[in-house]
């Protein structure tokens, strides 16, 4: 069997299992778990580089999902491998994500809207620093997995138009008739205006089953002159603070990848686009290039010493 870099007891089977036992959220990890277990899990190699060597990090999420958090060796992403199928990940948005999350199925909304309005702010303030500065008044704003829309509600002001897209029928429902936006239940946009363009995708990338493929469908609706802004959450965030320190709080079944600056950087140049903007947060401006692929380069940072410096901080709290 592999050593696991992060050695402490609680990042081991022996250790999800008992969390599993003992969570409050029993019932719907058991019903999650037995699903993955049904569909059986990808022994895929890794989604930036193909790479197929990996440095086992953990066994266990913060749930207590018997799921191995990996380090490609190759590139430095850090991923869930084997991975879930792309079928579970659908059934478990669908049915499960809320519940487990939230303890409850209904959804309150209007909280949901404030924290997105708090996001949408932040994410101007970001592009404020960055070359679309002086056009966001000309920009038409497309949000994929806009959710109930308060990101876009926050944008509408300050852009041309704003739209989004989300699969989530109840979210969408709320963000028409509550914030009056126009938006589509479906995965990406159906229409597009024409014009410079900004698409939005936050707290997506990191969720889906294939990140390479999903940032490559986005670059073929894009114009030279569109700009793409990322969020995902950044595991390098994780050592000032994040997460309380915890890799194993940040270490999460709906995580697919879990991106540093350095390993988007090197993501998106392999999807063909120029990174305009990109820090630890992870958040990042990027623009579409002529070519299918640009060149990439593993950070020194993304290593597995980089990995246990983050546990140190932990241990050290
Ligand atoms: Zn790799």
Redesign the pocket.
């Given at each position: 069997m592999a050593q696991r870099l992060l050695r402490h007891f609680r990042y081991g089977k022996t250790f999800a299992f008992l969390r599993r036992l003992t969570s409050s959220r029993s019932k719907s990890i058991n019903a999650v778990r037995s699903l993955y277990l049904e569909q059986g899990l990808d022994n895929r190699p890794?989604v930036?580089?193909?790479?197929s060597e990996f440095t086992l990090i953990c066994e266990g999420d913060r749930y207590g999902f018997d799921l191995d958090k990996q380090i490609?060796d190759?590139?430095?992403?850090v991923q869930t491998s084997p991975a879930v199928k792309k079928d579970f990940l659908n059934t478990f948005y669908r049915d499960h994500y809320r519940r487990l999350y939230t303890k409850r199925m209904e959804v309150d909304h209007a909280r949901l809207v404030d924290e997105q309005h708090d996001k949408g702010r932040r994410f101007l303030q970001f592009l404020k620093s960055t070359e679309a500065a002086g056009q966001l008044a000309d920009l038409a704003v497309i949000e994929m997995g806009c959710s109930s829309g308060g990101i876009l509600d926050t944008f509408k002001p300050h852009c041309r138009s704003v739209q989004g897209c989300d699969l989530d029928v109840e979210a969408i429902r709320y963000g028409k008739e509550t914030l009056g936006l126009d938006l589509e239940v479906s995965e990406f946009p159906t229409h597009l205006p024409d014009g410079p363009r900004l698409f939005l995708l936050s707290h997506v990338l990191e969720h889906t089953h294939d990140p390479l493929v999903s940032l490559k469908q986005i670059k073929s609706l894009m114009s030279a002159q569109d700009y793409l802004f990322i969020e995902v959450p950044g595991i390098n965030m994780v050592a000032e603070g994040d997460y309380k320190n915890d890799l194993k709080s940040y270490f999460h079944l709906a995580h697919v990848c879990d991106f540093s600056e350095g390993t988007l950087r090197a993501l998106a140049a392999r999807a063909g686009y120029e990174v305009l903007s990109c820090n630890e947060t992870v958040t990042a401006l990027l623009r579409p290039s002529d070519e299918a692929e640009l060149p990439w380069r593993r950070s020194e940072k993304d290593t597995p010493e980089n990995i246990l410096r983050i546990e140190a901080t932990r241990q050290a709290r």
């Open positions: 890794c930036l580089c193909g790479g490609c190759r590139c430095g992403l």
